[in-house]
């Protein structure tokens, strides 16, 4: 009787060990997926962002062609480079912002800084072309004081070439801590956007 007693409870503690090796197994599958689950979220969240990023500076690089068109092209091309010098689509103009309104964390307005050195326009290469690193932290050394994208901190590029009667622009965006090679767990491939300004016959 005994004996029969003690079998019973061995095959009581062993069905409890599965069990509880069942619900581990469980439990471990379960946080892997919810895993996956965050990391896929926070990935296409970034994708997102990067494109209105993107979409955006293709918007304020026309806005500020309208601007230099309006005061005219000459000696004064302070706002837009001038488009003779659009002749390398690798060539990219660096966008910032200037913040008017402290109490608006925004920037009210852009511009493509000019360097206190050269007075010419700040350009780098395209880092979506070139996989060194040295070109990369080139453009990248330009936002680090500065970026309005706190939650993921991006640099935008206008890269941009004059055709026979347009503009063409590519906006580059890319994660500042990132090299952008590759789309891999939460972080993204530079996303280029693509987008022309038409040239007035009469400019």
């Not at 026309?62 to 837009?80: H, M, N, P, R, T």
């Not at 689509?89 to 966008?95: A, N, Q, T």
């Not at 913040?99 to 307005?109: G, M, R, S």
Request: net charge neutral; with cysteine; proline share 4%.
């Amino acid at each position: 009787m005994n004996n029969k007693r003690n079998k019973y409870n061995a095959l009581g503690f062993v069905e409890a060990l599965i069990s509880i090796i069942i619900v581990g197994v469980s439990s471990v599958v379960l946080m892997r997926i919810a895993a996956s689950a965050l990391i896929d979220a926070v990935q296409n969240d970034k994708i997102d962002k990067a494109t209105q990023y993107a979409v955006e500076g293709g918007n304020i690089v026309k806005e500020l062609y309208e601007k230099q068109d309006a005061v005219g092209w000459g000696d004064a091309s302070s706002i837009f480079p001038p488009r003779e010098d659009l002749t390398d689509i690798s060539l990219c103009y660096i966008i910032l912002g200037s913040h008017i309104n402290p109490n608006n964390p925004k920037p009210q307005t852009f511009s493509f800084p000019i360097s206190g050195l050269t007075f010419r326009f700040v350009t780098c290469k395209d880092p979506s072309l070139f996989s060194s690193s040295e070109i990369r932290n080139s453009c990248k050394s330009n936002y680090h004081d500065w970026n309005i994208n706190k939650q993921y901190p991006f640099f935008r590029l206008a890269c941009m070439k004059k055709e026979e009667d347009y503009i063409r622009v590519k906006i580059v965006v890319g994660e500042l801590n990132y090299d952008g090679k590759v789309t891999k767990s939460t972080n993204i491939k530079d996303y280029v956007y693509e987008t022309t300004i038409p040239i007035k016959e009469n400019e």
